[in-house]
């Protein structure tokens, strides 16, 4: 295994009944000191993808290769070196925000101050006697980061952590991680539904979809294929006498605007100034939203 | 010892549970009730040993009802933490082998069965302290410590299969409901096989041994008992930890 590599994994299948297959085959190959966004709609794979990698649901098919070791043979090694987050948090309702480190403090093998340093990280170091069954669900989240970061892991894995944080949670959790990618050299798998939510973060992207990977590269290799099926919307003061001067742009009429294929910034350039001297106003000229629904599609039909 | 720190974070779960309040108001119970018997002079009593009479005699709802009662609660309880805050997520993901934490379950139930016992013994030699306070010649006796101590392991040995028993079930449902039902219809069928039924296959029955403990036609085979609940603690824990060890672990 490539030591650059801190997850690889091959053709990993899974399927929780005997008809419905959830994985079909997925090759992940997650490098050092990357921030990783694993990227797909609900439903698609990711959380049964991460659980794999935690050991969480017994072995099928394919292998796993974690710090260049076997995670069936190397378990408890390989968790010494990992953070998790899963979905929703896993707190003790019963237990204050400390008591709660300190049920896992003992297998990481780290001091007692670590707890104090967790949680001034993740801003919980006031919660005092609290038990987190009165916390709201931000705290607990992030204090389910916290339990995360307590080993002061190589590798985090979190799946959908900005799941009931607030704009200004969401903000602070994104620079959280470039600080722990940055500072600490930390390899984190992030995984999201929402593509905006990511890519203001991370380094590499793997995209999944009903159970199979579309994509996997880096941020800039995404953006290439994005503007390769990038899309310009445009509105004239009359798009059907528009139509024809955008003839060579494939141009479609989506709702009340035009919209064309766009490769570069010359075309842009092209288009508008044809609109102008045809002695039309231009209204609209921006691109097509690429969202993550549309990334899916294009990358399906690609596929295809 | 990687199994004492899953001990150790089995142990504190357990802080301001219902399971620790349940211990001492559960183990009281016994020899409350005793205590109340034993105000007034009793002739049966003079003629005996009067403190170990007292320990028998608080010791029979414990082994009829109390004890069985508190381990079915207890081990409902124990998983429902892991369920009811899904957490059995973060704890399989944490670097401890799978036994281990198996293992730290169990021995922490058996930890609160000990204690269970021990408060019971405690509240004991408290009530029956009190009594040879306010009238010296009620008791005044030696104590048979030994007996005493030799009773307490035997009922904890007869605890264990149905300990077992309802580990697993406790650990295979992720409901509180079902364990509780599942273990009160277990406990039910003791006197029912013996009383209604009369059948000699209550001496097969887990639930139904420190039932049987405290049966005089019963006590003669006390010893089976106790090697029948070994030997069901050990049939059962392997199945569970067989289905442990390859549950899945939803989100």
Redesign the interface.
Known sequence: MNNSCAIKTTGLSYH?SKNVQTLFGINLNVERGSIYGFLGPNGSGK?TTL?LL?????HQRGDIEIFGQHLHAS???I??K?G?L???P??????TAK?NL???R???GVKRERIKEVLQIVGLEDTGKK?TKKFSLGMKQRLAIA?ALLPNPELLIL?EPSNGLDPGGIIELRQLVKDLNQQHGMTIVISSHILSEVEKMVSHLGIIYKGKMLFEGTLPQLHALRQKDARLLIKTSDNTAALPLLATYGPQVVGDAIAVHCSSNNDIAAIARSVMESNLDLFLLQPEENNLEQLFINLTTDAS | M?IL?SL??ET??L???LAVYLCVAAAAFGPLMSFLEHMEPDEKLQQGLPWTQHFLEGREPICIALLPFYIILVCALMMQ?EN??????????????KINIFLGKFWVLQGMVLLFLLSYNLFTALTGGIIEIMDPAIYGGKLDLYQILTVNMQTWILSLGLSAIQFWISLRFRNFVAPLAIGLVGWFMSPMMLFQFKTDLVEYFPYAFTILSVMPDYKANIVTYQWYAIITAVVFLSIAYIQFR?R??S?
């Open positions: 929780y959380t659980s935690l050991g969480l649901l017994p378990r408890i090694n968790l010494k990992i998790s899963i979905e929703t896993s707190l003790y309702s019963h237990l008591e300190e049920i896992y003992p297998f990481y038990t339990v799946d | 990687s720190l150790r974070s504190l779960k802080k301001r549970t933490i009811r805050d899904k957490t059995w997520k973060q704890v399989l993901s944490s670097p401890q082998p390859n899945r672990v989100a």
